[in-house]
Structure formats: C-alpha cells, structure tokens
C-alpha cells in the first residue's frame, strides 16, 4: 500500500512575499521557543495530578473528546454513535477505538483549510513523530505508531508539561469543585498549574440540577446558602478557596453581556424564587446580568482578573443534546451587543485600577465596532485573544486588522489555547506565533512599523502581553511562576533560565 | 477617433506574486475547461425552448433586462425611462435600443472595479470579439458589431448551451408554472436544462395578486384549493410534477429565515383568513416560517434539495415599484439572524440523511458567526457560494476567508452563476475558478496546504461540490445528466466524454 | 543619552511585492502634491480668523484636545487629570505642559500599529523636523524643538493652510453660531474656508440646555420661536446665512439614522411639550427621525449637502462626562441599520436631482450590505469615506474591498479628514493617497483594471470624487473656490494654477 509522506512546511502560516517572509521567518525565531503562557485551559487536572496519568489511546486522545473533530465528521454524515461519544441515555455506541480511528482516519481529508487540520498535523509529525500522511490506508499502521508513542513514559501528561516548555497553565473548574486535583499538582510541586473559578452552573436559575448546585455549594464553602445574602457569601468564601491554590482569573460564558444591578430586594426575590423551584428563563437571565456585576465588585475587591466569554448559543441541536449532552459541537455563535451591555459594569468597575475585564468574543462584527473602541478606553478591558471558531490563521489575521490599529497591541491579552485537547497546546501556540510574526513582517515591509518595534511586539504577542494581565499584579497566594523578560535591546534575545519571579 | 485596444489580462484575478501566480495558473489549467454546472439560475427557458430563439440586440440582451447594470446607472443620474425599461404605468420609455446603448456606453466607466465591469468585459471581448474598449466614441461601432454577430446561428441560445459547455441549467420556475417551455427543452433531447419549484407567490397571503396565484394553483394541480389541506395537497402535486420534468431542487426566497412549526388549527384558520381576503403581513409572515418547515418535510420526503435564499429587502424604492415592477436593481439587504431562526427547522430535519438545505445569504457578518458553524454542525446544511452583491472577486474572497476554516470545503455547495444574463454564464463561473484557484494557491505558498490537495480542491469547488450539492443522490427522474469524475491521482486531469450516468 | 533616528519608509502603505510597489509609486506620484480638499473637519474657525492665531505649545497641539490620543493613554491608565484635560466640575489638572508632554512622550510605544501613531510620526517628521524617535528619554529636548518651530511664523495657521496645499476647508459650526470668525476669514480673502451647518443641539429636546439652544436660535435668526412653524422658519433662516458665508453642507450626527415623517400636528404637539420643558428621550428621537425628513427637504430646495454620521453612543463613560463633558475619547460605536431606517427619506428625496446625501457609518458590517447598495441605487447617496475609527490602513482598505465592488468608485464622496487637529491633515491625506494608490496598483497587478484607468481612479480618490460631491452644482454664494481638472490623456497630470472656477 503506497503511503504519502508528510512533512510539514517550516515557513507555514508565512507570506509567500520573499522580503515579509523573511522578517517574519527572523521574528518567529525570536520567539518560538519562548516558554508557553497557557492563563485559559480546559485541560482536566486529574490528567496532572496523577503522576502516572496517560493521554489514553488514539481515538480517545484524538477524536472521542474533540468536538471540533467529531461536529465535523457528524456535518458529513457520520454518527456520534459511531465515534463513540458516550451516550447518557443508554443508547449503544461505538467501543472499538481501532474503528472509531479509521472513521476519523477515512475522513481526515474534511480537515483540508482547516485549523483542527493544522493543528492535529503539528501534533502527529512534530510530537507523535507520524511521517505518513493519514488516511484510510494509512489508519492502523499510524494507530500502532501512536500506541506506541503513548505507552513511553514521555508521553504522560507531566513529562509533556515539562517538554511543552509550559510556564503557565490554568485549568476551567467548577466554583464547586473541591480543588483536589489542583491540591496534588501543587503537592508534586507543580505550581505553574492553576484553577479558574467558573461559576456558571450557579447562575442558572431555571435549570433541573440547580438546587443540586446550591447544595454543593453550601457543602463546599460551609455557608447554608438559604438566601441572597448566604449566596453572596459562599462565591465570596470559594473565591478565597480558589486564590488560596494559586488561581489567577475567573471566567464566564454568557449568551448574552447583559449587565445591569438589581436592588438587593429584587436579587433577594428572584434568588428565594429560585430556591422554591419557581425562576425562569427572564429570572435567570436578570439574576446573571446582576452577578456579572457583582463579580466585577468581587474582582475588584480580591484581584482575580475576570474573564467573560459571550455569545455561544449551548447546544442546538436539541435531539443531540438529550442523548450526548453538552460540548458536542453543536453550539452555534448569536451577534452579540457589547457596548450597551456592558456600560453598566464598565461605568461601575471600568476605571478600577483593581480591575481587569478580558472580554471574548463570536460575534466579529463587534471587534472594530465595538470591542476595540471599549479597550482602547477602559483602563480594566483588555481583548481576549480570537475565541474558538476564529482561534484559526484568518482569524488572527482579522483579528490584527480590525483591533489593533483602535485598541493598540498593549490593550489586547495575548494568546490562550482555550484547549481541552492538551496534547493539542503547543500547536495552537506555534500557529499563533508564526501569524503574528507574519503580521508585524507584514507591517514592517509597509513601513508602518520599525523593525525593533516588531521585535518587541512579537516578544508581546507570543508571551508579554498575557503575562502582565493575568500574572502581574494578581492577589494571589504568592506562589511563584517562571517569568521571561524581553531580551534588552542591542542584545540577542534570551531566556534567562534563573529568572523567576512571584506573581504578587 | 481613436480607439483603445481592449485586451483582457489572461492572469486575471491571480495575486501577483510569483509563486502563487504560478501556482494560481497551474491550477486553473486543470479545470478552466471543466464543464460548467448551473444549479441555479434565473435563465428564460423560453430561450432555449425554441430552437429560433434569439439573444435579441445589444440592448435588449446586455442592458435593459440587467438589473445589475441599470441601477448603477440609475445611480448616476440616467433615469430608467431613458434605459429602456418597460414602465407598467404607461409612461412612454425609450424604444430607441442604439440611443439605450450610447448612454449605457458613455457610462461604462462606472463599472470599473465592479464585477458587472469584468462579466461585461469577458463577454464583450471573448465571447463576441469586441477588439475596443467600450465607450461613447465606440458605442455604435461595436454596436454594429455585435448585432452582426448575434445574427449568427452560433449566437442562438441552443448553441451557445454547447458551446459554453454547460452540463446542468436549473432554471427557476413558478410552483405554477406550466412547464411547458422544459417540455419542449426536453423533447429537443436538452435533459440538462431542469426546472427548480419556487413556490414564493404562493406564500404571499396578503398581496393582491394571492387569490389568482391560489386560482393558478388549483387549475394547474387539479385540485380545488378551499382549505389548507388542499393547498398542501396542490403543492405536493405540483412537486412530483416539477420532479417529473428533472427537477432537483426548490428556491424559497424570504425577508427573514425564520421558522417556526403552526398547529394544523392555527394554520387552517390563517389560511382561511386569507382566502377570505382579511390576512394581514404579520399572517403572512407566520405562515411562510411555518411553510419552511412543511416544505423541508416535503424534501426529506421527495428528495428535492431545499435552496434559501435570506435578506433582500425587496422594492425598496416604491415610487420606482409602481412604475417599473419588481428586480429593477432597487433590493437592499438587511442583517439576517440565522442561529435562531433557522433552529426549529434543523430540529425538524437538520439531521435527516435524506434532506439538504442549502443557505444563501446577503449579510456577509454571518459567515463566520453563523452559518459556518451551522454548517459545519449540521449534516443537512451546505453553504450556497457568494449570492448577488458578493458574486464578485472581493465577495469570494471573504466567503473562502470567513467560512471555510470552520465549515471546511466539503460543507459549501460550490459556485452557481444565479443570471439571468444567459450570454454571461461562462464569464461568471471563470472568475470563480480564477479565484478559487488563486486562494488555494495562496494556501499552499503559505504551507497551510498540500499541493494534491490544492488539485483535487479545485476540481471540488469548480465542479465536484456543485455536483454532489444538487445532483449526487436526488430523487429525480432519471434523465440522464453529463458527469466528469475527478482525474485519478498520478494521472493528468482528463475529461471522459463519454462518461455519463443518472442522477440517481 | 542614546537616541534613535526617525525616518520615515518613503514606501510607507505599499504592498512589498515588487510590480504592485512600483506601480502604487507611480500612481502615487500624479497626486500626492494634488490640492487638499477638507470638506468635513472639525477645525475651529478662530485659528484662521486671527492672523496672528498660533498653534500653541507642543502640550496644547498635539496631547490636549486629541481624544484619539488622551484615549490611549487612559486605556493604559494615565488620568486625564494629568494629561491637564480642562475638568467643567472644578477638579484640579496638570498645568505643567511639559510634565504632560514628558508622560505622552513615555507612551508613544502605545500607538505603535495605530493610525494616530503614523499621523504623529509624518507631522513631527516631516512638518516639525524631529529627527529622533519621540519616547521618555527624547521628550523634553523634542519639546525644546517643537516650541521653537511653533515659534516661527510659518507655523501660524493662515501659512500652513497655504504650506498645507489647502484649496477647500469646511469647518463644523453649530447652527446658532455668529460665523464672525468666518466673515473675519473671508474678509482676509481665504474664501476656501467655509463653515458647515450643524444643528444637532436643536434637535436634543430633552437636554438641560435646549431651552437656551431656542433662545440663541431666535436670536440669531430673527424669529422668535415659540412654535414648531417658527422653529422650522428659523432654521431656515440660518441656513440662507450660511450659505451666504459659503456653506456647501450641513452635517448632522444622530444614534440612529431613523427618519420618519411626523404629521404637522405631531410634530407641533411634541414641539410645544418640549417647549414646556417635558419631552423625554423618545420624544427627542422621533423628532430628530422627523427634523431628518425636514433637512433633507431644505437640502433639495437649497442645495446644501447633506451628511449623516450616525452610529456613536456619546459618553459612555458617566463620571468621565460629568467631569470632563463630551469628547475626550469615550464615544463607542453601535450596530447601525440603514436599509429600513433611511428607506422614508430616500422614498421622499433620493432620486431629486437636487439633493445629495453622504453617509458615514462606525458599523463597517453595513459597508456591504446595506450602504453600497443603497449608494449603488439612489442617485443622492454618495458613501462618506471609512469614519473615526476607520480612518486608518486597513479600514481604508476594508472600504475598497467592501464597498466599491457594488456601488463603484463614482458613488462615493472621495476623502474627508474630519479632524479638528489642524496640523495632521496633510498626513491624513497622505496616508489616504497612499493607501489608495496601493489599492488600485493591486487591482492593476491582478488584472482587474487597466493602467490608464488606475490613474483617473487615482486622481478621483485624491480629488475629484471630493470636489463633485461638495463643490459641484451647489448653490452657494459664488465664494470662487480653486479647482484642478485632471490632466487630459497623454500628457503628464499637471496642475494649473490659473484656473479657478465658482462653485456654481
């Protein structure tokens, strides 16, 4: 059976122009072994907090976990089922990993343009070391090469931690969660690894496992949530739970940025409604504009630097969702309105010195319109990097020409991964440093920015800029995270290995 | 005086710089002469039902039908009385077709950087051997000369399908049209000219003409239309009627995509309502979200591909609608919500193997927001190529930006021409394989593609994704359509002549 | 103390590669010394009605009044309070200009990438003679520099507005304004500078001054409004008083551009309520949707053009108004629609002869849906050049890509700086050329467009689109205005300093 090789460009994501190429090929190699600064994950801690932890086998490291693999392999036809999403009302699915590979393997070719398609390249020469191209011939040969790779103790998760050359690495966690997992990292001395404090479960109102989500959360904080009141206090008491294991941020996914406070009546009445199983949708939705509010005032107050990320309307595809549940690839974007929405929060909290609000968005229309004008104002926004769907080359891309040139680079965050595919991050980086290079070459070889400037900017983009807002000034424990300056000017670049610095 | 030599770049549309030019031409070569496929379009089939029937003079065929070019000239001043355009008001129009032809020749300027500019120019030049650039000092000579060359037998419609290599011609018919005229096309042995079911009018409960559209319907299904049943029941009829004649896919176009099932009472009584002359817009709106979902039922159960075109806000200009009627160049978009709207149809139907939904938008915003990730979700759902305004070099550029990283190739439909300037179908489709070709060739100059992968991505987007969009697997007729299979690969590109199968 | 040299790339806002850089170079070449027309800016007329007018310090000019620049530096959190930005509540500023200067100086990295950053860079450059690179260690002796060029009598402003090239500058002028300062200018000869009528405080019936708006408004018209007949005679009246000192325009700039007909008695009965002191903000929008219908009226019957600049949600930030009133950077744009909210207008006036309208949007995701379509159909829409925000590279170039394709070149109004920095307007016309002639060089390289017709477009882009959409056919006072025909074919463009012509 005839094989393709594969073998991955090494000026990919470059402009085929010779004299922007080659700026941007120097700038990349300025910063393309930086360490990786990972402040919004979705990684599972249990992964790091066992030692002995493995990614799993081919298709349930590649494909059964990957909704950006599996939403298109369902577009063209195949079935859940058959790549082996496990099924929660009992409906059989898949078992045979080998198979579910071979699907994925036949239809690899729906990647082509695509960064699932890049990324999973990356991951499959450069970490993997696959040297065919993969598809339905090559499917199992590739799937023993990989279950070999897998089996070597350098594969495990904490061994990838160290050779990913990650600096940071925040994971997404439940305000419920008990931290354990984040308790053992810490333990094996693994403090680059932080929780988020996601308190979204608790702000819906209206759905079926709410209460259960109250009891977990008097449970957790030791406070007997039975009022507003009791609420407030137990975020309040699980926000010190999460700085005290070394979080930096929270995060919080909306449909809509709504934000606007209640009276303390109101909030008391919708929040007893609530608890006598009696809110709706309006209740829920009025009660999470508040608490938008209400974590700003928290974020001032402790310093956890607050993430919100809107826009994304959960599962729409409603048979789907009954039998796999959520984050199955179908969630859908809405246009989203920002400037109205926010201005509440933002005349609050938006000139806080305290305060830092990275926004994200799905909704691209707002970048020059809206998102940018509002960072390149408030001093507490800082713009999240391209979100999901545009975490892709045109997406940066759009991204620099539509923010930038408003907001400025220093108002924006960097990079984040947003990845639960862990094997997945250093690519997801690298792709990101080679378009942002390739932009600056871009802006160089138009003589619109100086050649030092570009240095200094990419060394922003790859690492600076998501340094200073996540790490620099947060009121954390104190633990301390490795920390990279920019090289001094007149002088190569350098990492300086010694250099660490706490993040308070 | 003197005359500019008219010349068309034959790089045209290609970027500039040399590896991806190079790359550009190399692929256009591969499927410039690929048979085109015209899954809709607006063409007369009167045009080709009888074999006499001509294109008519300069301005009758380039100018006074083309809403494209009137209303930019509209725009500029020229009145549309001066163009020629019938007035059903009876207001007296110009009935001088070379006075028509001089104003639209002094005003050709205007198309510059246009699309309409570029058709124009390739049908001028390379189909009818205009050798001047076209201006008010040419106007009459190549005015001459084009009525010359029209009075040729090898200008008529039926030779022009040949010539043009046209392998599919999907004309757009009324849900009560005779189809008489594709009886004839047929019978002349023309089994790739179809008609497509558009059953708009039909929804249209308060417009004046509904109640003789409804009297049309009855007379043409047989069934006397008196109640909501009955107008289920004629449409249905008039399906396997359309089916009957090789019809492969319906047209549904609308203001706003939204749907939305009603009651069978609810429905009933809105119906009644309007035979009874009392609907009001609000009655027609509902009952057209609540067709979309009984006409996607029909399709799973027909296999016509389901076509929605959303957005155009329709006779803007009223004073322009009384006196010239509709599609005079005065519809303007609106920003279209597509995530909603279109959920309670794709619930019904979006995973249903035997129902494709093709979508066409005119707000360009939800490329990336919307459609993409519906499409990429969705096994039901292709994305239509740029429609209208967006048909263009600019338009396909940002379609192949905005959509494919997260749709993929494989979800997009291909490229249809939508004219009904039949003289300018192959103009339109060179410059999309003129652009696809070059976006792929700037993929793989940036490493993000493989070079076969380019190849077989520019027989897909030229031909192949055309072909299975419409008519790989429809429930059709039988009537044998012409098939080109990708070149094997090692192999050249080769187009088997005598290769045809059924669409079934 | 080491500096750094500061020299801009002569090829600065060309693409690199090599045929569409030379050629952007030529184009550039026919327009660059082409006479500025400024037919929109917001430059204050005292400046050019004294002789002995001066820029000021380097504090006063460049950091103060330029809440593009105070912005940036807030977003980065540096106070207005120091930047010596006058507050209306009595709180203390900086007053040391060089201490504020020193903190803009240590900042500048900031506009790295941004439109601001180019525009200060060609103004110290090129105009002022910097020759080092503006951070915190050049700051003072650049402000040594800057104050004693300020110094000198060629930087009065009557020399620059000659040294500028300037053959037309509209300034912005409320409707109740005296114009002494433009009957100051136009006794001194300077007929190219014309005032433009604004009555958008009169229009904004609930605000706090309203009521002294009115009164000044009797004032200067003569009329004594105590009703809406008065209201809509005195408006009237001021328009014939600005014609008389050579208005072209009026401008008016709204949240939304809705506009809808009130009948007389409405229109009275809500007149009267705010004349009572009891209007609310819905009353203020429907009269302003009706007082559009109204200006477009007087515009047809006396020929002022029209311009709408809608889309910005005024003083976002409360407390910042409270202390610091209008204009210091906290302006955020909103989604705008056009094609339902202009349609009453455009059905009343948009094809009279007589009437031109030029909008101006901060939602570029209505380039191409709704504006270049309605541009590209009425005959008195002409788009206004990319506004605020989009005043910059790439939102120069996301107009010629969205817009021109559907409504040409010929449908839009040329440049307009809009600034009320009196000394950046040669770079922002600059920049404008630049960007312009890159554009049409890469339609020439991707044979999109012929040689010769790039260097009309050229000359359109930089000049004439400006000139008819202001200067030509419109009935003012016969104030002569210099005017540069473009060169004839075959010869070298080539201005003619002799010729001048009336605007009539």
């Given at each position: ?201 608790l702000l819906a109102l209206d759905a079926p496992d709410w209460p259960a989500q109250i009891a977990r959360l008097s449970e957790r904080s030791g406070i007997d949530v039975v009022d507003y009141g009791g609420f407030i206090r137990a975020l309040e008491e ?118 830092r609000l990275i926004l994200f968005t799905l909704d691209e229309s707002a970048y020059g319109r809206e998102l940018a004008p509002l960072a390149g104002h408030y001093p507490a926004v800082l713009l999240g990097p391209p979100w999901w769907f545009f975490d ?52 160089v070889t138009q003589g619109l920015l100086a050649a030092d400037e570009a240095v200094d900017l990419a060394y922003e983009l790859a690492y600076g800029l998501a340094w200073r807002a996540y790490c620099r000034g947060s009121a954390t424990s104190g633990l ?25």
């Open positions: 059976m005839s094989s393709t090789a594969w073998r991955l460009d090494p000026d990919r994501g470059f402009d085929p122009e010779p004299s922007r190429r080659t700026l941007a090929r120097d700038l990349y190699a300025t910063v393309r072994n930086l360490p990786l600064l990972c402040p919004h994950s979705h990684v599972p801690p249990a992964l790091l907090a066992d030692p002995e932890a493995c990614l799993g086998d081919p298709a349930s490291l590649f494909v059964i976990p990957d909704h950006y693999v599996t939403r298109m392999l369902f577009s063209q036809g195949v079935s859940l089922e058959d790549l082996g999403i496990p099924a929660r009302d009992g409906t059989p699915v898949e078992r045979d990993h080998r198979r579910i590979w071979q699907r994925f393997a036949e239809h690899f070719y729906l990647f082509r343009g695509t960064p699932t398609g890049l990324w999973l390249a990356d991951e499959l020469v450069n970490l993997f070391g696959v040297s065919e191209r993969l598809d339905g011939a090559s499917a199992q040969r590739i799937y023993d090469h990989l279950e070999a790779q897998l089996a070597r103790p350098e594969f495990r998760p904490r061994a990838l931690l160290a050779r990913f050359n990650i600096a940071l690495l925040c994971t997404t966690d439940s305000a419920t969660d008990s931290l354990e997992h984040h308790r053992q990292i810490h333990a094996a001395g693994l403090a680059r690894v932080r929780p988020t404090f996601r308190p979204d479960a699980r926000r010190v739970a999460f700085r005290a294991m070394g979080a930096l941020a929270t995060d919080h996914g909306v449909l809509s940025p709504t934000t606007a406070r209640l009276s303390d009546g109101e909030a008391e009445r919708i929040f007893v409604r609530a608890l006598r199983g009696a809110a709706d949708a309006r209740d829920a939705a009025r009660f999470t504009a508040h608490m938008l509010m209400e974590f700003a005032r928290m974020s001032c107050e402790d310093g956890l630097v607050m993430q919100l990320h809107a826009g994304s309307l959960r599962n729409h595809h409603e048979r789907l969702y009954a039998r796999f549940g959520p984050d199955v690839g179908a969630d859908i974007p809405v246009a989203t309105e920002w400037t109205r929405n926010l201005r509440p929060l933002l005349n609050a909290c938006g000139a806080d010195p305290r305060f892709s080359v045109n997406g940066m891309r759009r991204y620099f020409a539509e923010v930038i040139e408003t907001a400025g680079v220093y108002n924006t965050a960097g990079f984040n991964d947003d990845t639960r595919a862990f094997a997945s991050i250093p690519a997801r980086h690298d792709l990101w440093r080679r378009v942002s290079c390739d932009w600056l070459a871009g802006l301390p995270l490795f920390h990279v300056k920019p090289a001094a000017k007149d002088q190569p670049r350098r990492e300086d290995e010694h250099s660490a610095s706490s993040t308070t």
